[in-house]
C-alpha cells in the first residue's frame, strides 16, 4: 500500500514538474520552487514549534517565497549581484527588530537561528534551481539533476527493501542500510552517464564525476532530514504527500545537489 501510494504520488510530481520545466514559461517555474519553499519551510518551522522553539513562522515563509520571486525578475538584467545572501541578511534585521518588540526575552538565540537556518536551509539551497533555469540548456539541467538526485532515492529504496540487511546510521535512520546506500550511489550513477544522450557537450568524466558527487550528497541531504525528523520526534516532516510525508520529505535530497551542481557547472563545465 505504501509502495503503491508512492508510485502514484511520484508519477503525478514528476508529470507536473516536467510539464512546468519544459513546456511552461519561467515565471511559472519560479512560483512552482516559490510554492514548494514555502511549503517546505512550513513543515521545517511546525517542527521547531513542537520542540517549543518560538519562531516568526509566517515572517520567515513570506521571506523564503521571494527568493526564487526577484530571482525571476533579475534573470534578464546583466551583471546583476547575487540578491539572496542580501535578502536573507535584511530577514536577520529584521528577525532582530522582532525580537526587540517582543515582550519576552526567553529564546531569542534559538528563534534566530532556527528562522535564519530554515532560510538558508531550504529557501536558499532551493532557489539554486532558479539559476540553474536560466543557463544555457537549462531545462535540461534541471531535469538532470532531479532524475540523478531521485534516481538514487529510488535505487536506494529498492536495493535497501530487497538485500538490506546491514544499518548504516540506526540511531538517525534505522530504515536504511549500506546496501541501498550503495544501490542508490550506483543507481545516480548510472543515470548520469546515460544522459550523455541529452548532453552530449558533457564528457564522460564530467558525467561519472557528477553522478558519483550528486549521489553521495543526495544521501546526505536525505539522511540531515532524518536527523532534524529524529530530534523532533517524528516519522515524516509533514502529511501534504500521500506516499512521502510532507513537502520536505520529497525535496530533503535536492537540498545539497542544487547548489553544488550549480557551482560545478559555472566553474568546471566549459
Not at 514538474?17 to 517555474?29: E, G, L
Not at 546583476?80 to 515582550?103: G, N
Not at 529498492?158 to 538517525?172: D, Q, T
Not at 536527523?227 to 510525508?245: E, T, Y
Request: proline share 3%; with cysteine; net charge positive.
Amino acid at each position: 500500500s505504501s509502495l503503491k501510494k508512492r508510485i502514484i504520488s511520484s508519477a503525478l510530481i514528476l508529470t507536473l514538474v516536467a510539464i512546468i520545466i519544459f513546456y511552461s514559461p519561467n515565471w511559472a517555474f519560479s512560483l512552482l520552487a516559490s510554492a514548494m519553499i514555502g511549503c517546505g519551510l512550513w513543515e521545517f518551522f511546525n517542527l521547531a514549534e513542537k520542540e517549543g522553539i518560538f519562531v516568526y513562522k509566517y515572517f520567515g515563509i513570506l521571506i523564503g517565497m521571494l527568493v526564487p520571486v526577484i530571482l525571476y525578475f533579475q534573470s534578464g538584467i546583466e551583471g546583476y549581484f547575487a540578491v539572496e545572501p542580501f535578502f536573507i541578511v535584511i530577514a536577520c534585521l529584521f528577525t532582530f527588530v522582532l525580537l526587540f518588540i517582543r515582550r519576552e526575552n526567553s529564546q531569542a538565540l534559538s528563534s534566530i537561528s532556527v528562522t535564519m537556518f530554515g532560510l538558508l536551509y531550504i529557501a536558499w539551497f532551493f532557489s539554486f534551481f532558479i539559476k540553474l533555469k536560466f543557463l544555457p540548456q537549462g531545462a535540461l539541467l534541471v531535469a538532470f539533476l532531479i532524475l540523478v538526485t531521485k534516481m538514487g532515492d529510488v535505487g536506494a529504496y529498492f536495493v535497501g527493501r530487497s538485500i538490506g540487511k546491514h544499518s548504516l546510521i540506526p540511531r538517525i535512520s534505522p530504515n536504511k542500510t549500506i546496501e541501498g546506500t550503495i544501490g542508490g550511489l550506483i543507481a545516480s550513477v548510472a543515470t548520469a552517464l546515460i544522459s550523455r544522450s541529452y548532453l552530449p557537450n558533457y564528457s564522460f568524466a564530467h558525467l561519472l564525476t557528477l553522478g558519483l558527487l550528486l549521489g553521495i550528497l543526495a544521501q546526505v541531504g536525505d539522511l540531515a532530514e532524518s536527523l532534524i525528523k529524529r530530534d523532533c520526534n517524528v516519522k515524516d516532516a509533514g502529511n501534504n504527500i500521500s506516499g512521502f510525508g510532507g513537502m520536505l520529505d520529497v525535496i530533503d535530497s535536492l537540498l545539497f545537489t542544487a547548489p553544488i551542481f550549480y557551482f560545478y557547472v559555472k566553474v568546471l563545465i566549459k
